[in-house]
């Protein structure tokens, strides 16, 4: 039970009087939808990451920012913890309800306000789709860049809490830079607007923190995305590899070139195999990694890339080079490549996915690590890779009713993190920290940069009230995780003011 | 274990970076001690930015050099000392470069400086700001100590984005040493072109191109022609010249334009920046325009009273700041909760207030 909340090492919590509470939200705020039984706080008990289960105290599921309001000031003055949840498909555990605190549910915010086509830009709800605001703006030619795989499921308001990527992150950014403005309500209740509907906003930008701040900071009411011009042509180019170095190597060639691809994503065979079993995306079994490169924008440039990204990767050493024929051709080649979790899921009863990016020089050196990880725990590791911004996804295949094998899947995926950092990559390239990785914060930051981000979320929340337990371990546990991992060889902090 | 708090020892020059960073963050301690603010300067090219500071000048300038640059990877580390224009002209050898564009302001103008002022250049609404191209940092926090946050990869999620929180702070939560950025592949292509047309006919045109995937990568209007540059491929380049029309404009107009060198930049009158949401109409307010980023930054040469400059662009919902000296505040003043968060931010990070304090705001 390393994912339960622990008063020990993760702060104390004070004790609420949960009747008095719902008695109180009843009467203050009469219409907002409250659940409490047992049965109906069941279906929240986990998000994406159902691997840690827990059943918040209370469930509110609000419909305007006023009950919203409401709540975080009854909260506040309480002292009740708040963990807000979007679509409930994050990856990290980020949304993992707590016992002793409030799980406000931002699923019935699902209006798009306005899609302006003249300014491109579309004001939204925080609980819209991911893939309803590109649908929204699609009669207009337009629609919105980021596309993390869970895109028909996830909500805007979760993307821009984990700071959501997707496989175009390399040319079209992350979520950060593809949101204007946001609305949000303080841990007091109040209202704040950050960035604007300009390019930027005077003062410090709070638009960026609150990017990725995995609801420790405020919650968002609403968000206002650019929407950018459909590209006129998008291409994808698939290479096969006998060694996955050689495709390693061949994603800095393409990049060296001056070419910026739309996406570029790389699997290896397990991956390959699984996808094809379960897509029959037309993918070369056999082959040890692939390679997808979707080249995208105006058509004249369109067709003079893919040529020069083929050359690149027949002198990389491709022992198969295909282009999509058409559309069709290449929506199936992505739909091996987004149905790589699922399709891996099928290998195995249960399976983990990793998230830690690394410098992409260091992949083949960390791949090999990885396998050799995977022998000592006795496990299969599938490798699934965003190549193109250095974001990889192994993903641990176990079964979790056979012996110790949830343990053995936990620690090897925490020494895989602990490689990425070695490496001089982070533990998170766009899942979150959450719940899953608080302890391997402790090895890629620091006593004095984990007090820094406490103070920072000490200026938003002074109580600690905001999804406590997540994203920003206390030091205590980063004390805790550094003895329990003396037996490594490597001293927590050793480095700690080289000055 | 993680990569070590500062960039490995490889030369004399790293060790006078050494040297000097130590320095730094031991003048920091002593301000903290003494609770004596520090004005922090790197060229000094943007001294005009921004409110005036009160304290003991804190030189960024010696913590210079590259640290780490691997064009493969995209991505560059440098000492917040160096020359802006000594990182560009290294990139610029490996056909890359900073995509935002930022101004210089005379040559003498640091990495530090422009991350801490946050300013881009014409190409901004195209391929994003200061803040999007940066990926992590090492900054001296308020204690002296020695902070690192984000990092030298394109995707990091871990902690709080502190690093970009840093650009366009003006230093007022930290001493900047050392920033990761993203860089790009210079342009394939690149044409520009001068159309004659009035402003309005120009944001009209500029709404509808926005709609469309051309290559566009800046478009400014100077009182009677729109100028445009486009940067691609060959072939989408060739093809919008061909579509667009227009006179062929010499592309040393962004440059100009961007470090304020075009006479328009030289009539007395205090020179304001509006900052717009697209699509926005002419603004009725006396004196010279410039309107580059499609209309989304406005350069305007006024006498008006600085109220009536900052009521009209809050009218439309942006904001106006002031790049002369004397005209009172040089920003816009922020909604009460937000300046609340904003001095708790400070409290907390620069509890002894030794950082550039007030120069952004007199309550931060």
Same mark, same amino acid.
């Given at each position: 039970m390393t994912f339960a909340f622990d008063e020990r090492l993760d702060g104390v919590l004070s004790l609420v009087d949960r009747n008095a509470l719902i008695t109180e939200i009843k009467a203050l705020v009469p219409e907002l939808e409250l659940l409490h039984q047992e049965e109906d706080l069941r279906p929240f008990e986990c998000d994406g990451l159902a691997a840690y289960r827990n059943l918040p105290m209370l469930v509110v599921l609000p419909e305007t920012v006023e009950q919203v309001q409401q709540l975080m000031k009854i909260c506040h003055v309480r002292g009740v913890p708040v963990v807000t949840r979007g679509a #409930?498909? #994050?990856?990290? +555990?980020? =949304?993992?309800?707590?016992?002793q605190g409030v799980l406000l549910v931002m699923s019935r915010f699902t209006r798009i306000l306005a899609i302006d086509p003249a300014a491109r830009v579309a004001r939204v709800q925080p609980g819209v789709r991911n893939l309803a605001i590109s649908e929204a703006a699609a009669p207009f030619g337009l629609y919105y860049a980021p596309d993390p795989s869970s895109q028909i499921a996830c909500s805007i308001g979760g993307n821009v809490a984990e700071n959501a990527g997707g496989?175009?992150?390399?040319?079209? +950014?992350l979520t950060v830079h593809n949101v204007l403005c946001a609305e949000v309500v303080t841990a007091e209740g109040e209202c704040m607007t950050l960035?604007?509907? =300009?390019?930027d906003a005077p003062g410090l930008d709070l638009l960026a923190l609150f990017h990725g701040s995995e609801g420790m900071l405020g919650v968002i009411t609403e968000i206002t995305v650019k929407l950018l011009p459909r590209p006129e042509m998008a291409k994808v180019v698939m290479a096969s590899f006998d060694d996955i170095a050689k495709a390693g190597r061949a994603v800095g060639d393409i990049i060296a070139t001056g070419i910026v691809p739309g996406g570029l994503e790389m699997m290896d065979k397990l991956a390959i195999q699984a996808a094809e079993n379960f897509i029959h995306a037309g993918y070369p079994v056999e082959a040890e990694a692939i390679l997808l490169c979707e080249l995208d924008g105006i058509a004249a440039d369109v067709h003079t890339d893919c040529q020069r990204v083929r050359d690149v990767l027949k002198a990389a050493g491709a022992t198969d080079i295909q282009l999509a024929r058409d559309d069709a051709e290449r929506a199936r080649f992505w739909a091996g490549r987004k149905a790589a979790f699922p399709a891996v899921g099928r290998l195995s009863p249960d399976y983990y996915c990793m998230d830690g990016t690394i410098p992409r020089r260091e992949l083949p050196s960390v791949l090999r690590s990885i396998a050799e990880l995977a022998a000592e725990y006795r496990l299969r590791v599938a490798n699934v890779f965003h190549a193109g911004d250095g974001n990889m996804h192994p993903l641990i295949l176990f079964d979790a009713s056979e012996g110790d094998q949830l343990q053995r899947a936990e620690a090897l995926g925490a020494r895989i993190l602990e490689l990425c950092v070695a490496a #001089?990559?982070?533990?998170? +390239?766009?899942?979150?920290?959450?719940?899953?990785?608080i302890n391997q914060m402790c090895v890629q930051f620091n006593p004095a940069e984990i007090t820094a981000f406490h103070a920072v979320k000490h200026a938003f929340d002074e109580y600690g009230l905001l999804n406590p337990g997540k994203n920003i371990p206390t030091l205590a546990r980063c004390a805790e995780y550094g003895r329990m991992h003396i037996h490594h060889g490597a001293l927590p902090f050793p480095e700690l003011e080289r000055f | 274990m993680r990569m070590d708090a500062l960039s490995p020892l490889n030369n004399q020059a790293d060790d006078y970076a050494q040297n000097y960073a130590e320095m730094l963050c031991r003048q920091v301690r002593d301000a903290r001690a003494n609770r004596s603010p520090l004005q922090i300067n790197g060229g000094?090219?943007?001294?005009?930015?921004g409110r005036r500071v009160a304290g003991t000048p804190l030189d960024t300038t010696g913590y210079r050099g590259i640290v780490r640059y691997d064009p493969v990877e995209l991505v560059v580390t440098v000492r917040a000392g160096t020359p802006l224009r000594e990182l560009e002209a290294e990139l610029k050898a490996h056909g890359q470069m900073l995509s935002c564009e930022p101004p210089s302001f005379g040559g003498s103008a640091t990495v530090g400086g422009m991350v801490a002022c946050g300013l881009s250049g014409p190409r901004r609404p195209w391929a994003g700001a200061v803040r999007d191209l940066v990926l992590g940092m090492r900054v001296i926090g308020g204690e002296g100590q020695l902070l690192r946050f984000g990092g030298e990869v394109m995707k990091n999620v871990a902690g709080f984005d502190v690093s970009r929180l840093m650009v366009g702070a003006q230093g007022v939560l930290g001493v900047l040493l050392e920033v990761s950025f993203k860089v790009l592949p210079r342009p394939q292509a690149c044409a520009c072109l001068r159309l004659e047309m009035p402003l309005d006919h120009a944001l009209e045109q500029l709404t509808l191109w926005?709609?469309?995937?051309?290559?566009?990568s800046a478009a400014c209007h100077d009182g009677s022609a729109l100028h445009i540059r486009l940067e691609g491929g060959e072939g989408s380049v060739a093809a919008t010249v061909k579509r667009l029309g227009g006179e062929r404009d010499n592309e040393h107009y962004w440059t100009a334009l961007n470090n304020h060198d075009l006479p328009f930049f030289a009539d007395p009158r205090p020179l304001w920046r509006l900052s717009l949401p697209a699509a926005t109409p002419p603004l009725a307010l006396d004196g010279e325009w410039l309107i580059d980023w499609a209309g989304m930054q406005r350069w305007l040469k006024s006498d008006a009273e600085p109220h009536v400059i900052r009521d009209a662009a809050l009218r439309v919902g942006g904001h106006a700041s002031c790049f002369a000296a004397g005209q009172g505040e040089p920003f816009t003043p922020l909604a009460p909760v937000l300046l609340q968060h904003q001095r708790r931010l400070k409290a907390q990070l620069d509890p002894a207030r030794i950082f550039n304090p007030g120069r952004l705001y007199a309550e931060l």
């Amino acid at each position: 039970m390393t994912f339960a909340f622990d008063e020990r090492l993760d702060g104390v919590l004070s004790l609420v009087d949960r009747n008095a509470l719902i008695t109180e939200i009843k009467a203050l705020v009469p219409e907002l939808e409250l659940l409490h039984q047992e049965e109906d706080l069941r279906p929240f008990e986990c998000d994406g990451l159902a691997a840690y289960r827990n059943l918040p105290m209370l469930v509110v599921l609000p419909e305007t920012v006023e009950q919203v309001q409401q709540l975080m000031k009854i909260c506040h003055v309480r002292g009740v913890p708040v963990v807000t949840r979007g679509a #409930g498909t #994050g990856l990290s +555990g980020g =949304a993992l309800p707590l016992t002793q605190g409030v799980l406000l549910v931002m699923s019935r915010f699902t209006r798009i306000l306005a899609i302006d086509p003249a300014a491109r830009v579309a004001r939204v709800q925080p609980g819209v789709r991911n893939l309803a605001i590109s649908e929204a703006a699609a009669p207009f030619g337009l629609y919105y860049a980021p596309d993390p795989s869970s895109q028909i499921a996830c909500s805007i308001g979760g993307n821009v809490a984990e700071n959501a990527g997707g496989v175009h992150c390399l040319k079209y +950014g992350l979520t950060v830079h593809n949101v204007l403005c946001a609305e949000v309500v303080t841990a007091e209740g109040e209202c704040m607007t950050l960035g604007s509907q =300009a390019l930027d906003a005077p003062g410090l930008d709070l638009l960026a923190l609150f990017h990725g701040s995995e609801g420790m900071l405020g919650v968002i009411t609403e968000i206002t995305v650019k929407l950018l011009p459909r590209p006129e042509m998008a291409k994808v180019v698939m290479a096969s590899f006998d060694d996955i170095a050689k495709a390693g190597r061949a994603v800095g060639d393409i990049i060296a070139t001056g070419i910026v691809p739309g996406g570029l994503e790389m699997m290896d065979k397990l991956a390959i195999q699984a996808a094809e079993n379960f897509i029959h995306a037309g993918y070369p079994v056999e082959a040890e990694a692939i390679l997808l490169c979707e080249l995208d924008g105006i058509a004249a440039d369109v067709h003079t890339d893919c040529q020069r990204v083929r050359d690149v990767l027949k002198a990389a050493g491709a022992t198969d080079i295909q282009l999509a024929r058409d559309d069709a051709e290449r929506a199936r080649f992505w739909a091996g490549r987004k149905a790589a979790f699922p399709a891996v899921g099928r290998l195995s009863p249960d399976y983990y996915c990793m998230d830690g990016t690394i410098p992409r020089r260091e992949l083949p050196s960390v791949l090999r690590s990885i396998a050799e990880l995977a022998a000592e725990y006795r496990l299969r590791v599938a490798n699934v890779f965003h190549a193109g911004d250095g974001n990889m996804h192994p993903l641990i295949l176990f079964d979790a009713s056979e012996g110790d094998q949830l343990q053995r899947a936990e620690a090897l995926g925490a020494r895989i993190l602990e490689l990425c950092v070695a490496a #001089g990559g982070s533990i998170t +390239g766009e899942h979150g920290v959450g719940r899953e990785k608080i302890n391997q914060m402790c090895v890629q930051f620091n006593p004095a940069e984990i007090t820094a981000f406490h103070a920072v979320k000490h200026a938003f929340d002074e109580y600690g009230l905001l999804n406590p337990g997540k994203n920003i371990p206390t030091l205590a546990r980063c004390a805790e995780y550094g003895r329990m991992h003396i037996h490594h060889g490597a001293l927590p902090f050793p480095e700690l003011e080289r000055f | 274990m993680r990569m070590d708090a500062l960039s490995p020892l490889n030369n004399q020059a790293d060790d006078y970076a050494q040297n000097y960073a130590e320095m730094l963050c031991r003048q920091v301690r002593d301000a903290r001690a003494n609770r004596s603010p520090l004005q922090i300067n790197g060229g000094g090219s943007k001294a005009f930015y921004g409110r005036r500071v009160a304290g003991t000048p804190l030189d960024t300038t010696g913590y210079r050099g590259i640290v780490r640059y691997d064009p493969v990877e995209l991505v560059v580390t440098v000492r917040a000392g160096t020359p802006l224009r000594e990182l560009e002209a290294e990139l610029k050898a490996h056909g890359q470069m900073l995509s935002c564009e930022p101004p210089s302001f005379g040559g003498s103008a640091t990495v530090g400086g422009m991350v801490a002022c946050g300013l881009s250049g014409p190409r901004r609404p195209w391929a994003g700001a200061v803040r999007d191209l940066v990926l992590g940092m090492r900054v001296i926090g308020g204690e002296g100590q020695l902070l690192r946050f984000g990092g030298e990869v394109m995707k990091n999620v871990a902690g709080f984005d502190v690093s970009r929180l840093m650009v366009g702070a003006q230093g007022v939560l930290g001493v900047l040493l050392e920033v990761s950025f993203k860089v790009l592949p210079r342009p394939q292509a690149c044409a520009c072109l001068r159309l004659e047309m009035p402003l309005d006919h120009a944001l009209e045109q500029l709404t509808l191109w926005g709609r469309e995937p051309l290559p566009l990568s800046a478009a400014c209007h100077d009182g009677s022609a729109l100028h445009i540059r486009l940067e691609g491929g060959e072939g989408s380049v060739a093809a919008t010249v061909k579509r667009l029309g227009g006179e062929r404009d010499n592309e040393h107009y962004w440059t100009a334009l961007n470090n304020h060198d075009l006479p328009f930049f030289a009539d007395p009158r205090p020179l304001w920046r509006l900052s717009l949401p697209a699509a926005t109409p002419p603004l009725a307010l006396d004196g010279e325009w410039l309107i580059d980023w499609a209309g989304m930054q406005r350069w305007l040469k006024s006498d008006a009273e600085p109220h009536v400059i900052r009521d009209a662009a809050l009218r439309v919902g942006g904001h106006a700041s002031c790049f002369a000296a004397g005209q009172g505040e040089p920003f816009t003043p922020l909604a009460p909760v937000l300046l609340q968060h904003q001095r708790r931010l400070k409290a907390q990070l620069d509890p002894a207030r030794i950082f550039n304090p007030g120069r952004l705001y007199a309550e931060l």
